[in-house]
Structure formats: structure tokens, C-alpha cells
């Protein structure tokens, strides 16, 4: 396998068969890597460690050491939700492997302060939290098509309801508490790789204010708002993604 590097990145409660749809189309031009999150997928539970993975920086480590092992450079990372964080900091640390970052429904701190628009009050989000602590099986069958969005198609919030059911859920509930109380607003400037902002429509997640103020803080970044609603555009409009990925790549 030969070509320039790109890597796909799945978001919370989902898998790399999320990409299902998108990296495929891409295999002709480049060297495509997936791979799970600790926790999800066909990944090794064995490796979870609590405090490792009590911040971002625990999974932008195991990116980092993918990067490593396969020894790859001038990457295009394309991260999905809270795995565009987790890009962030890893480029920030190791620039030399990433060429570009495609960041899809990115979101540095998801909660409101008086200066900042993340989408959610604080008691917003204790309360996600403590419902999922108490059920998270019911919690995923209820928010993962209030995520998806698009009811006009629920077979895509079936799709990703029965991918938070697949996760391990001690797992699932430690990751949520680590990506929405966050605050990666300040890495965002210590990024020098040149990065790409893609922003759907209609988003309970990450607004777009929120995709404006990531593209406002990368130095080198580019925003583009695409027609695509809800928050996973790689299960909902997968060619329009793919189409806007090729077109800033060149």
C-alpha cells in the first residue's frame, strides 16, 4: 500500500465503521488508515487505563503512537466530533506527522461562558451525564437520534443507537465525562498544520459558532458550513464530505 497518509477518527460512541461510507473512496489515492478508540470496536479493552484516559491527551497519545508505528508523515487526519480535539493535540505536539486536518464537527469546549458560545449550560450538560451514568443503553436510544438528526431518515439514528450500544459502556461513560467537560479552546492556537473546519447544519452538538470560532483559532484553517444537518455527516451525507475533503486537498 502506497500514497500520502490519511487517517479516520471516529467520534464518541461510535467505531471506525462509521467511515464505512466515506474512506473507501479514498483507497485509490491514498493510504488509508482506521482505527478504534480504546473501547469501541474491535478495540482492546485491556489497554483502557482510568487515569490515562482522563483527559483528551491519553487518545491524542495513542494516535501519536499509530503515527509512530506505521511511520507516517505529511498525514491528513480526519477527525469526527470529539476526535478532532484529539487530532488537534496530537498535531499541536508532533507536527512533523500531519500535512492536514480535517476536522468534522469539531468542538473545543462544549459549555457556555460569558464570553463563549459552546451550545450547552453547565447543568445541561450534568444532566447528560448523570443520565447516562444511570442508563446509558436508555440514553443512547434516546440521544443518538437527537445527534444524528435528520428524522426524516431514522434508520441513520437507528444506525448510530446501535453503535453506543456496541461500546463498552464503563468506557463510554468516562469518555463522555472527559469530552464534554473539555476545554481545548487554548490548543487550538498552538496548531501550525494547515486544517480544514467542515460544519453541518442543524447541529445540537457543535454549532456553528462553534465551527467559526475553531477556524478563527487555528491560524491556518479554513471554514466551510456544508448542507448536510446533524452532527455526523459521515453516516448522513457521506458524498458531500468526501466531495469537500477532495476539494480542499486539491
Not at 491514498?30 to 485491556?46: F, I, K, T
Not at 482510568?50 to 494516535?63: F, I, T, V
Not at 463498552?168 to 464534554?180: K, L, N, Q
Request: aromatic content about 8%.
Amino acid at each position: 500500500m502506497t500514497g500520502r497518509p490519511m487517517v479516520f477518527a471516529h467520534g464518541f460512541g461510535c467505531s471506525q465503521e462509521m467511515w464505512s461510507a466515506v474512506a473507501p473512496s479514498f483507497e485509490e489515492d491514498y493510504l488509508v488508515v482506521r482505527y478504534d478508540q480504546v473501547g469501541a470496536g474491535e478495540s482492546d479493552l485491556s489497554a483502557y487505563d482510568a487515569g490515562k484516559y482522563d483527559s483528551l491527551h491519553g487518545y491524542a497519545d495513542d494516535l501519536l503512537d499509530i503515527l509512530d508505528d506505521l511511520d507516517l508523515t505529511d498525514a491528513v487526519f480526519v477527525g469526527h466530533s470529539v476526535s478532532a480535539m484529539i487530532g488537534v493535540l496530537a498535531a499541536a505536539r508532533r507536527p512533523e506527522r500531519f500535512g492536514a486536518l480535517i476536522l468534522v464537527g469539531p468542538s473545543p469546549r462544549y459549555i457556555n461562558t460569558e464570553d463563549y458560545v459552546g451550545g450547552f449550560e453547565q447543568q445541561d450538560i450534568d444532566s447528560l451525564l448523570d443520565a447516562l451514568d444511570a442508563n446509558y443503553l436508555g440514553w443512547s436510544a434516546a440521544m443518538a437520534p437527537l445527534i444524528m438528526g435528520n428524522s426524516d431518515r431514522p434508520a441513520l439514528g437507528d444506525t448510530l443507537t446501535e453503535s453506543f450500544c456496541n461500546v463498552d459502556p464503563t468506557i463510554a461513560r468516562h469518555f463522555a465525562r472527559v469530552t464534554f467537560l473539555s476545554d481545548n479552546r487554548r490548543d487550538l492556537r498552538n496548531v501550525a498544520t494547515p486544517a480544514l473546519v467542515l460544519q453541518c447544519r442543524e447541529d445540537i452538538i457543535a454549532p456553528t459558532a462553534v465551527g467559526r470560532f475553531v477556524a478563527d483559532e487555528i491560524p491556518n484553517s479554513s471554514f466551510v458550513l456544508m448542507d448536510a444537518t446533524g452532527h455526523c455527516p459521515n453516516l448522513s451525507a457521506p458524498a458531500e464530505l468526501c466531495n469537500k475533503i477532495r476539494a480542499y486537498l486539491g
